[in-house]
C-alpha cells in the first residue's frame, strides 16, 4: 500500500484525505474540512474575492504540511465548481502554488461526476444494486446512474447549496414564503433542467430496484444529525438511510430557527449551518421529482478516486 494525500478545493470548503491505497482499495487515515467559502459573493460577478482566494490557499498550505507529516508520499489537488467558473481562477492557482509549492487541477463537471461514482462504489455495498448518486456541493450538483460498479449516466448540473444561498437569501429566521420559494425554484430547475436528462437515463437502465445515494457533506451532516453525532464516525454514517417524511421534517424544523439555534443542533457544524438549508431542499426536490422513499449515505466521494489514481 502507498500513502497518498488528496486535497478537495470546493465551492464552500477544502477538504483533505489521507489513505493508505493498493488498487481499487482505499483506506482512510485521516479526513479533515475547513470551510473557506471560495464562493462567497461570486455568482453576481463570477470573480474570486481576494479574501476567499488568500483564506482557501492558506488552507491548503496547512493541509498539505499535514498531509506530508502523516506520512503521504504525494499530495494532489483537485478543485471543482467555483474554480472552474471563475473569470480570475488564475489568481487562485498562483496563490496556491505560492503558500504550498503545489499546483492545482482544475476538473470539469463530468470528471465530478464520474469521481464521485468510482468513489461511492469502491465501497462494495454500494454495487449490488442500480444506483442514482447525487453529488451536491456548493456549486454544483452531479447526477451519476449506474450499476454493479458501471456507469451509464453522468452530468452535472448549475445547482449548488452556496450558489442558491446567494441566489435566494432569506431572513434570520427564515420566512415560510422563503421556503416555499426555494421550493418552487429549485422544483422548477429539476423539471426544466435535469429531469429531461436524468428520468430517461433512469428508465432505459434500471428497474425499480433503484436506491438513491447521497455524497458530499449535506448527505453526511443529515446523516448526523439524524443520529445525534458530533463525531464523523463513516460506519455509523454510512448506515443511515433517510425516509423522504424525514428529509422533509428536517427541512421545515432547520428553516423554521434563525441561525443561531441551527449553531447548536447536534451533528451540524456551525460554519455549515447556513448552506444546510438549501442542501436540504435539493434532497426533498431529488426525492419528490423522482419518486424515491429513501436516501442512502456515502462518506465516499472524488477524493477517493482520486486517491486511486494517484
Known amino acids: ?63 498539505s504540511g499535514k498531509a506530508t507529516s502523516q506520512g503521504a508520499i504525494s499530495v494532489r489537488v483537485i ?26 487541477e482544475v476538473i470539469s463537471g463530468e470528471q465530478e461526476a464520474d469521481w464521485a461514482f468510482r468513489g461511492v462504489t469502491s465501497n462494495p455495498e454500494f454495487t449490488q444494486h442500480p444506483l442514482l448518486i447525487l453529488d451536491v456541493g456548493g456549486g454544483s450538483t452531479e447526477f451519476i446512474i449506474g450499476e454493479h ?28 414564503e422563503e421556503l416555499e420559494e426555494c421550493r418552487a425554484w429549485v422544483s422548477a430547475f429539476l423539471r426544466e433542467k435535469v429531469v429531461p436528462k436524468v428520468k430517461p437515463a433512469l428508465e432505459s437502465c434500471c428497474d425499480d430496484r433503484v436506491q438513491l445515494v447521497g455524497t458530499g457533506g449535506t ?11 458530533d463525531s464523523y464516525d463513516r460506519d455509523l454514517i454510512e448506515s443511515t438511510h433517510l425516509s423522504h417524511d424525514r428529509i422533509r421534517s428536517l427541512t421545515e424544523h432547520l428553516w423554521s430557527v434563525p441561525l443561531a439555534a441551527r449553531q447548536s443542533i447536534q451533528g451540524l457544524p456551525q460554519k455549515r449551518a447556513d448552506v444546510i438549508l438549501t442542501g436540504t431542499i435539493i434532497y426533498e426536490a431529488v426525492m419528490e421529482q423522482f419518486g424515491f422513499q429513501e436516501l442512502r449515505v456515502s462518506t465516499r466521494g472524488l477524493r477517493f478516486a482520486a486517491a486511486m489514481e494517484d
Open 219 to 229: 448527505s453526511t451532516i443529515l446523516a448526523r444529525i439524524d443520529r445525534q453525532t
Open 149 to 176: 460498479g458501471h456507469q451509464q449516466f453522468r452530468d452535472s448540473f448549475n445547482l449548488g447549496t452556496v450558489r442558491l444561498l446567494e441566489q435566494l437569501p432569506h431572513s434570520d429566521p427564515p420566512k415560510r
Open 1 to 63: 500500500m502507498k500513502r497518498v494525500g488528496v486535497i478537495d478545493v470546493g465551492t464552500n470548503s477544502v477538504k483533505l484525505l489521507v489513505a493508505d491505497v493498493d488498487g481499487s482499495n482505499v483506506v482512510p487515515v485521516s479526513e479533515e474540512s475547513e470551510q473557506t467559502r471560495l464562493g462567497r459573493g461570486f455568482y453576481q460577478t463570477h470573480m474570486l474575492q481576494s479574501s476567499a482566494i488568500q483564506q482557501t490557499a492558506e488552507a491548503i498550505a496547512f493541509f
Open 79 to 104: 478543485a471543482t465548481s467555483a474554480a472552474r467558473d471563475a473569470k480570475n481562477a488564475d489568481e487562485l492557482l498562483r496563490a496556491i502554488q505560492a503558500a504550498s509549492g503545489l499546483s492545482v
